[in-house]
Structures are given as structure tokens and as C-alpha cells.
Nanobody, 119 residues
Framework: QVQLVESGGGLVQPGGSLTLSCTVS????????MGWYRQAPAKQRELVAS???????YYPDPVTGRFTAFKNHAKTTVYLQMNSLKPEDTAVYYC?????????????WGQGTQVTVSS
């Protein structure tokens, strides 16, 4: 079964940078519209970036100017470049995407990757 596989999380100091990736396990599938979400302890999951199938992007105010989401040309991997990280960015980050394979389009979640911003 096709999956979204995340990587790139870790521990970083305030002001530092990390890049998360989310890759389709089967290259026969392509990533269409997608979103990056995060969930901190005792908080609701929130959207931090989205890429429309047209390629347009959206970022909520807390991350605007610091986070950038983009796809590779083959549309098999999406990235979240995070700069100027703050302790409040600490959370588990998830990718969510519509995958197109053949004539099917289904929605999938990645397994999540922990990002910790701390000195």
C-alpha cells in the first residue's frame, strides 16, 4: 500500500533551520494538493503550509516569511524549509496529501516527525 514517508525532524537551537521531507513510497503515484500540519502537546493539529495542485502556496501568519513548502519536479517529494525556528515551533509535523495514481485520487497522512526547538 502506498505511504507518505517523512524525514528530517530533530533538535535545533532557536534561530536555526530544518528541512522536512515527505516522499511517496511508490513513484507510480504523484503528489497533488498537500498540506503540512503540526501538533504540539495538548494542542490541536494546525496547518502550517499548503500547496494547491496549481502550485500556489499558503502560510498562516505564525510561520509566514519563515517556512517555505515546495515539491520536486517529479511531484514525488514535498519539502518544508523552516528558518528562524522558535521554541513555539516545537511539535510533531505531519504531511497530508492527495495522491494521484492511475485514475484514483486518495488522501494520505505521513507518520509524523518530531521537531524540537530548544537551547
Amino acid at each position: 500500500q502506498v505511504q507518505l514517508v517523512e524525514s528530517g525532524g530533530g533538535l535545533v537551537q532557536p534561530g536555526g533551520s530544518l528541512t522536512l521531507s515527505c516522499t511517496v513510497s511508490d513513484p507510480a503515484f504523484s503528489i497533488e494538493a498537500m498540506g503540512w500540519y503540526r501538533q504540539a502537546p495538548a494542542k490541536q493539529r494546525e496547518l502550517v503550509a499548503s500547496i494547491h495542485s496549481s502550485g500556489s502556496t499558503y502560510y498562516p501568519d505564525p510561520v509566514t516569511g519563515r517556512f517555505t513548502a515546495f515539491k520536486n519536479h517529479a511531484k514525488t517529494t514535498v519539502y518544508l524549509q523552516m528558518n528562524s525556528l522558535k521554541p513555539e515551533d516545537t511539535a510533531v509535523y505531519y504531511c497530508n496529501a492527495d495522491l494521484l495514481g492511475g485514475h484514483r485520487r486518495d488522501n494520505y497522512w505521513g507518520q509524523g516527525t518530531q521537531v524540537t526547538v530548544s537551547s
